[in-house]
């Protein structure tokens, strides 16, 4: 009889030839092999709201179950095993670091401690196996859509990182709609040695041009931060690049680094609206608030350099980065999603002790719902916690506290 390293090495051994319509299959064959009656990997779709079975031989038909009102829809969102009433079905969340990335239902006659602690690192190497050919396999991201996708919005998504990263000292996560139709907005994050790189952009217009823009301006931000440039340097570059290939196309961003050593937060705002700070669990108005330097495009940074700012956080800190096409939200009778309503969703999920992913993902759907799920401008949003005793709401939800 194998045993369990046996399964896993023979696992990884087989999947590096297979593509990923196999992949559910071989994840079954191994956790028959380790004592489960059958297995079945979802991932959620692009705007998180349904989970969507992975091809599995013989099945007749790709099922999908709802996020927000099923016991695979909770595992998803708290990032913890459920368990069905009988006992013969559990729910365990794939996560790519902390990258949520779906669900691996796994059923047996009885799944005891042992064998749900076996299914848990079935479900982080089937996790594994899905990024290693997420980057080649159209497959996998037909099956994350739910319908077709404009150019402009293919091109920046090709561009964006993960929705979500961290480490036991910082968590970044962000979301971005209108998902199948975004234009001019685009983020990125990143870690680096000293701590963490937050971008929030926002490019004029809504075409394949503002599309081009913004993917320009990612690309010059990465170019100019990976061969040690400043904040400074980083908004000089952007700015010299629009200037140069993308004519009369302005651009607001924030540019930002949080230096997780100590907490202290530097950034650049380019005519975008400042970063709000939330501290235990409420808003503080204006702290972060700066005379914004000029929109970037104009050409004018190179003879009048940006102000960069800078601000001591707490531990438990969150920053809020966003588009002015969240704030400027409006429902179909004209009331104004506004500033304060945007605070007070974030503060009201920081409460229920949702982790900065997860409380993304509710405030974007109730964007969707203000607007009558018709978004009129781009909408952006970065949330990013800086928890340097290893606590985050992130690490809090994966441990079950």
Known sequence: MSTYEDVLADLLSRSHLLSVRELAGLVDDAGRHMGLQGTAMYVADLQQIRLIALPQPGAARQETVDIDTSLAGLAYRTQQVQRSRDGGTAWLPMIDGIERLGVLMVTAPSLGDALIRRSETLAGVAALLVVSKSSHSDLLVEVERMRAMTVQAELLWAFLPPRTIGTAEVTSSAVLEPAYDIGGDTFDHSLDERGLHLTVMDSMGHDLASGGASAAGLAACRATRRSGG????????????????????????????????????????????????????????????????????????????????????????????????????????????????????????????????????????????????????????????????GRGTTARARAGS
């Open 230 to 389: 400043s904040l400074t340097d980083i908004v000089t570059a952007i700015d010299r690049i629009l200037d140069q290939w993308f004519i009369d196309r302005l651009m607001t961003a924030v540019v930002a680094h949080l230096d997780t050593s100590d907490g202290r937060l530097s950034w650049i705002n380019c005519g975008h609206p400042p970063p709000l700070l939330i501290r235990q669990g409420r808003v503080l108005p204006q702290v972060l608030a700066r005379e914004p330097d000029l929109p970037l495009g104009w050409g004018f940074v190179t003879e009048f350099p940006p102000t960069e700012h800078s601000q001591r956080l707490q531990p438990g800190d969150r920053i809020l980065l966003y588009s002015d096409g969240v704030t400027d939200a409006r429902s179909p009778d004209g009331d104004l999603y506004g500033e304060e309503r945007l605070a007070d969703t974030v503060i009201r999920a920081t409460a229920a002790g949702d982790p900065a992913p997860e409380a993304l993902r509710r405030l974007i759907l109730g964007l969707r719902q203000h607007q009558g799920h018709k978004l009129r401008d781009d909408a952006t949003i970065l949330l990013t916690e800086w928890h340097p005793s």
